[in-house]
């Protein structure tokens, strides 16, 4: 089983509409979570950090399941700017991140 | 500030040779990473340093591989010899641990391609 999971892709959602994506993970005992966004042939740059009692940034909300080993990332009102891959991030300690395979977002006018 | 760089953006090179890749991190950032990022295994930690240490390099794939930070504020990945399998894009990243922040920013990458 791999580390970090996610929902294969592509999701093709028309603007407007709110999407969700879904990750796993498999060590109990990781400790830092995030969502990472990346462009087409771009570096990836943070989203959002993980909490334990959920997070919303604007139209972007996470959330954290310990018990369950899963973390997810809402998106509403989506926009075609928001078209990017997003991928999970999970770290055991410190610095040591772990990427998931990403999950392939597009949005259509 | 100049975020991460890299250098070079592009390296096409032929199996065999030596290839240098090269990054400078953020100023006053105390860690640095490198990744390799392939279609098929996605983006990989291959070493990371702390204050010019490596402090994990489980990743680095084989002897072929190896990476050094001599001062703060520069790094290099080297493969030697290459091979066609090494052709990813190698992504440096840097962070500051400060106040719980672990966001590491990546630089644009350098797109390698042994043939």
New interface residues.
Partial sequence: RKEVEQDPGPFNVPEGATVAFNCTYSNSASQ?F?WYRQDCR?????LM?VYSSGNEDGRFTAQLNRASQYISLLIRDSKLSDSATY?CVV?LY?????????TRLSVLP | DAGVIQSPRHEVTEMGQEVTLRCKPISGHDYLFWYRQTMMRGLELLIYFNNNVPIDDSGMPEDRFSAKMPNASFSTLKIQPSEPRDSAVYFCASSLIAGGSYEQYFGPGTRLTVT
């Fill in positions: 830092s995030f771009k570096e990836p740059k943070l950090s991928l770290a410190g610095q040591n991140f772990v990427f998931g395979p990403g």
